[in-house]
T-cell receptor, first 115, second 114 residues
């Protein structure tokens, strides 16, 4: 079974609008962390935002926020005021406490920002 | 800049050959991870080292091996290369093994096997 599911292979958004990228996860471990990474066409993997399973508030980092719904096991990334430079692949990922250190990734969502 | 350094950036080699990919983690990070990214398999975890010891193993082929040295840099060795090994190989590092520590990735080594 997939541990991390990103159901949107590709998405389009108009510049300056907000966009939500979906991520659902599956774990029985009470202690886990959820992460979002951005991969531009140049290839590097850039860490964006983190949410811990015990965090009461949704994480925010600048224009990025994470909509964490624990009961639904979802961790959607919200990008506000999209910019052309936001066009990239976005990956949701999870680390489980009982799995040591490894980070498991979803298949990714390709976001295209239109001018 | 993540602080993780990977060399070389590109590598082109022939089937049957052996290559070594090198990684220097961020200053202070004890854990090093190797990932393979291909179009059909996505991002696959290969192996993790923590302070010189193997910590976790993922979908790493027997033809592949890795190690972490006392100065914490790591090398991934790929041997008897096949066309299907062509991929982007990432190294990442983190402070520890806590589930709440993000991994910081290098820029990757793009391997092309011809």
């Amino acid at each position: 079974a997939q541990k991390i599911t990103q159901t949107q292979p590709g998405m389009f958004v108009q510049e300056k609008e907000a966009v939500t990228l979906d991520c659902t996860y599956d774990t029985s471990d009470p202690s886990y962390g959820l992460f979002w990474y951005k991969q531009p066409s140049s290839g590097e993997m850039i860490f964006l935002i983190y949410q811990g399973s015990y965090d009461q508030q949704n994480a925010t980092e600048g224009r990025y926020s994470l909509n964490f719904q624990k009961a639904r096991k979802s961790a959607n990334l919200v990008i506000s005021a999209s910019q052309l430079g936001d066009s990239a692949m976005y990956f949701c990922a999870m680390r489980e406490d009982n799995q040591g250190g490894k980070l498991i990734f979803g298949q990714g969502t390709e976001l295209s920002v239109k001018p | 800049d993540s602080g993780v350094t990977q060399t070389p950036k590109h590598l082109i080699t022939a089937t049957g050959q052996r290559v070594t990919l090198r990684c220097s983690p961020r200053s202070g990070d004890l854990s090093v991870y190797w990932y393979q990214q291909s179009l059909d398999q996505g991002l696959q975890f290969l192996i993790q080292y923590y302070n010189g010891e193997e910590r976790a193993k993922g979908n790493i082929l027997e033809r592949f091996s890795a190690q972490q040295f006392p100065d914490l840099h790591s090398e991934l060795n790929l041997s008897s290369l096949e066309l299907g090994d062509s991929a982007l190989y990432f190294c990442a590092s983190s402070r520890g093994n806590d589930y709440n520590s993000p991994l910081h990735f290098g820029n990757g080594t793009r391997l092309t096997v011809t």
